[in-house]
């Protein structure tokens, strides 16, 4: 069974760095037939896929065009892990944060996600 | 961006009725739609990926439909647990979206 425990800051000020993460259990960061994923849940914005990142012949990531400019998701094979970075937080980065898995093959994601950690309310204020 | 359009946006209905909830999608995406149920305070949970292909564990009264542009889904006979909001996401381009929700509600 594989389970995502997410970790990070409630409270961010505005113009700092938003920093979350993902510790897996039950499959592996650096696994082939996943990627790992953030995605964020709003009332003004909805669901809103921020970005992933996935281990193939080397590790690479991808991001949402509304978000490209200040966000980082990076892995961390010693910890088994993943994290987010969004940098110059504003209000409207408010939300509740989650990771989740996306248990794609060698060659493709499958699209969906099938595990999700529990989420992490951030609230960007002074 | 493709967008996602869902409806109606609340619903209500009781316990052992059929209800039927649909999602629209902005382009075609072929069978590339996914629906998920999220109770407040959860994260959402996979219900059907790829149009119609229930999740693991997954009970048989959920079922989903459609292809193209026009997706359904169907809870054949409502269950207390069930009252919940289901959001549809296409996953045949990036970035994959997300529906607003359909928000169902006891009558």
């Known amino acids: 069974q594989v389970q995502l425990q997410q970790s990070g800051p409630g409270l961010v000020k505005p113009s700092q760095t938003l920093s979350l993460t993902c510790a897996i259990s039950?499959?592996?960061?650096?696994?082939?037939?996943?990627?790992w994923n953030w995605i964020r849940q709003s009332p003004s914005r909805g669901l809103e896929w921020l970005g992933r990142?996935?281990?193939?012949?080397?590790?690479?990531?991808d991001y949402a065009v509304s978000v490209k400019s200040r966000i980082i998701i990076s892995p961390d094979t010693s910890k088994n892990q993943f994290s987010l970075q969004l940098t110059s937080v504003t209000p409207e980065d408010t939300a509740v944060y989650y990771c989740?898995?996306?248990?794609?093959?060698?060659?493709?994601?499958?699209?969906?996600?099938?595990?999700w950690g529990l989420g992490t309310l951030v609230t960007v204020s002074a | 961006d493709i967008q996602m359009t869902q409806s109606p946006s609340s619903l209500s209905a009781s316990v052992g009725d059929r209800v039927t909830m649909t999602c629209r999608a902005s382009?075609?995406?072929?069978?590339?739609l996914n629906w998920y149920q999220q109770k407040p305070g959860e994260a959402p949970k996979l219900l059907i990926y790829?149009?119609?292909t229930l999740q693991s564990g997954v009970p048989s009264r959920f079922s989903g439909s459609g292809s193209g542009t026009e997706f359904t889904l169907t809870v054949s006979s409502l269950q207390p647990e069930d009252f919940a909001t289901y959001y549809c996401?296409?996953?045949?381009?990036?970035?994959?979206?997300f529906g607003r929700g359909t928000r169902l509600e006891i009558k």
């Open positions: 990142t996935y281990s193939r012949s080397k590790w690479y990531t």
């Open positions: 996401q296409q996953s045949f381009t990036t970035p994959d979206t």
């Open positions: 790829d149009s119609s």
């Open positions: 989740a898995r996306d248990p794609s093959n060698y060659y493709d994601s499958s699209g969906f996600f099938d595990y």
């Open positions: 039950g499959d592996n960061v650096s696994s082939t037939s996943a990627a």
């Open positions: 382009q075609s995406i072929s069978t590339d």
